[in-house]
């Protein structure tokens, strides 16, 4: 079996502004990066056509780690879609390093259903990153240059200050750390530390922004800490926003490129979904609806994370309507939520499967919540058996929804084409499907709670004395309408990341609330979230290597 660096390699690549002619672009409105990667400007968005052509929206089942395939499903979809005759544009997300170098080893798709140039797509890309860190930094060195200041100074409180630096990489070592160290001209010393990169509020902020004006402004909104007197200071106070959003003028226009078979792809932006809103730019989703005729995009991790948050933060911000909805499931994933171990999913359990149909329904019960009747993507592997898949499709049919066997990662679009003609079904039943789990008008508790209830299933939701007390200093702020961006772990419905399944009778526990007013949303904290992970026992920076003409391995 081949990798999917070996199959990446032996693809052939077409120019990019060949793929930009499919999409109506000329070559001189490009911004290239070398031979196959551009950049595209903004004046390309056309909000009439973004409001006729059609949105897909690829979700999953609960995370396991045997993985489930959104990205290679929905580039795979993408590919199957254009093989039917339609004009289909396929939007993601930025891979971010840290999971590059760490576990993942490669975030471009698999199989013949990826994303080219690979390499470059994983490794720096065009230098959106960069300049997120860049931007992200500029307003921390800010911070602590106003602190020191005799003159100037805004008597900002350092002990309120949450704003760490960041960096595009898993560094353990830096999430807590003492700065200002070494005398007067130093700085003033308090404790602070970094967050990966894609976990910055300027990165969700990018992701929000219609255009380079309200990206400044948004910027300018972005809190900072409150002065000794209680009084709030924003990044604007600092006059930074202007600087800022400078180092992000290329930064915001989305990127082109590829997939394996000519199909155009445009990713852009990469907030996660455990923390942030964990899907790429509305610019980018609004800038493939402007080009062609249906757009393929997916929101991280699972329904009651990412589509969530794509749903009630993007969708409600962007005034964006979805069409239809996938759930991409597998086999081993849903045998792993029933019970089995790791070590045995390649082997038949149709006791451990049938155990684990609760975690799906969940999802799809999710997805109706949000006035759609998924679509279910069985994201084929090599250890499925025929028993397995045909209790699974009846299981399906039994909860009233399509259901399609997707082999898109070992034959492109043309092992997605039962899904695709699945899709094109529902999108002709759900032309205004959508509506918000939440008004944006509810008080905080209301939003929380709906959530909370409805989309984890659980009984109660409880508050610390501090997570109430930041709530209202919220409000008092004249904040209380933003959007809410629950952070809460990825391998479970519920708060707890060892409940697998669909678990009940919990309660989710609300220790903290931050502030991400540049990106429109409050995030409630619930459990122990990781903005800066650190590196596995064998990285997957081990194994990526490069030869004397320069091509790469290691990227799996």
Known sequence: MKRDIEIAHEARIRPIIDIAGILGIP???????????????????????????????????????????????????????????????????????????????????????????????????????????????LLAALIDNNIQLKDGNLGLDPRTIEWKRVMDMNERSLRDIVIGLGGTTEGVPRQSGFNITAASEVMATLCMAKDLNDLKERLGRI?????????????????????????????????????????????????????????????????????????????????????????????????????????????????????????????????????????????????????????????????DTPAELDLLIRHCKDQNVKVAVNDGWARGGEGATELAEKILESVKDCNTCFKPLYDLSWSFEEKIDTICKKLYGADHVEYTIKAKSQLEKIVKLGMGNLAVCIAKTQKSLSDDPLKRGRPTGFTIKIREIELSSGAGFIVPIAGTIMRMPGLPNIPSAEKIDIDNNGVISGLF
Request: overall charge neutral; charged content about 20%.
């Open 223 to 383: 809190f900072v800490g409150f002065t000794y007197s209680d009084e709030p200071v924003f990044a604007s106070d600092l006059k930074a926003h202007g600087a800022m959003a400078a180092l992000l003028k290329y930064a915001i226009m989305p990127n082109l490129v590829q997939t394996l078979e000519g199909t155009p792809a445009i990713i852009h932006g990469g907030p996660f979904a455990n923390i942030a809103q964990g899907t790429n730019s509305i610019i980018a989703t609004k800038m493939g609806l402007s080009l062609s005729d249906f757009v393929v995009t997916e929101a991280g991790f699972a329904s009651e994370l990412g589509a969530e948050k794509f749903f009630d933060i993007k969708s409600q911000y962007g005034d964006l309507k979805t069409n239809a909805v996938v759930i991409v499931a597998t086999i081993r994933a849903l045998k792993y939520h029933g019970g089995a171990k790791l070590s045995s999913l390649q082997n038949e359990d149709l006791n451990a499967l049938t155990n684990g149909f609760e975690n799906l329904d969940k999802h799809i019960e999710n997805m109706k919540y949000f006035g759609f009747n998924p679509v279910i993507s069985i994201n084929k592997f090599e250890s």
């Open 27 to 137: 070559p001189d409105d490009l911004e290239l990066y070398g031979k196959f990667k551009a950049k595209i400007p903004l004046k390309f968005i056309n909000e009439e056509k973004v409001k006729s052509s059609k949105l897909i929206l690829v979700t999953a089942i609960t995370p396991t780690p045997a993985g489930e395939g959104k990205t290679t499903t929905s580039i795979g979809l993408a590919q199957a879609l254009n093989k039917l005759g339609k004009k289909a544009t396929v939007v993601l997300r930025e891979p971010s390093l840290g999971p590059v170098f760490g576990i993942k080893g490669g975030a471009a798709g698999g199989g013949y259903s990826q994303v080219i140039p690979m390499e470059d797509i994983n490794l720096h890309f065009t230098g959106d990153m960069s300049a997120v860190e860049k931007a992200h930094n």
